[in-house]
């Protein structure tokens, strides 16, 4: 079937829906038109568990309601992304590098519905402007977030305005990991002067930019940083950069 055949469907609401759907062979980035209006009917729909677009199923349950996750580290929640639904849902950290950018806005719109998530982390992805937008536009609403992680995902400066905004609107976010990104001294500082204007004396701004490419003029706009604030609340971690100057 094609995006437009599946997109109808759905809007029949039909006591039949399934609980599984792989879109994998219907080339949804032939019409993203469509697949936006597809996106947005699955956020309320509660027949369907599993999508896959690309590589790997989505568990749309465990997004929709789960308070950390993760696809960095060990450290696994609930089984968000699986290769396989006869592999008895065992999780997988590897499968995180599979995601691409449709994969994350559906992901992102899922998110939409869950007002109690305080952790996200998520590793090595590729996710592309439009993914980005989607999900900084919905996790921007998330009350209770306190740690954001996207570990090289593909981020660089003209991102780093959001991010900024980003620690500005949500007053629990206090760690923000964007290590191993394509970040250079100009996007750094200016999240890292959204969060000394963020941070407090119980609860410092954390911000990870390692293995980036800032060169040796971050050392100076530090400098000016902390000399025009009168908070010094903050954590910045810069090690290993990739600046052929740093």
Known sequence: ??????????????????????????????????????SNLLVDNKALKYLKIYDVYINLVAFGRATKINFANNRAGPVMLISNLNNKLKFDKTLGNKLKSLDIV????????????????????????????????????????????????????????KFSSLLKKCKKLVTLDLSRNHITTKGA???????????????????YLNGNEIDKEFANGLVKLFKNSKKKYVKIFFRNQRSSDS
């Open 1 to 38: 079937l094609d995006v437009e055949c599946i997109v109808l469907f759905f809007k029949t609401k039909h006591s039949c829906l399934p609980t599984e759907l792989d879109i994998s062979k219907s080339n949804p980035e032939s019409n993203l038109e469509l697949f936006e209006e597809f």
């Open 189 to 207: 500082l200016v999240l890292v002067e959204s969060a000394l204007a963020k941070g407090s004396h119980n609860y410092p701004s954390t911000v």
């Open 106 to 161: 559906m992901i992102s719109k899922k998110l939409k519905k869950n007002v109690k998530i305080q952790e996200f982390r998520l590793a090595d992805a590729s996710l592309g402007i439009e993914a980005l937008k989607s999900f900084t536009d919905i996790i921007y609403e998330k009350r209770y977030l306190n740690f954001l992680q996207l570990e090289g995902c593909n981020i660089n400066d003209d991102a780093c305005e």
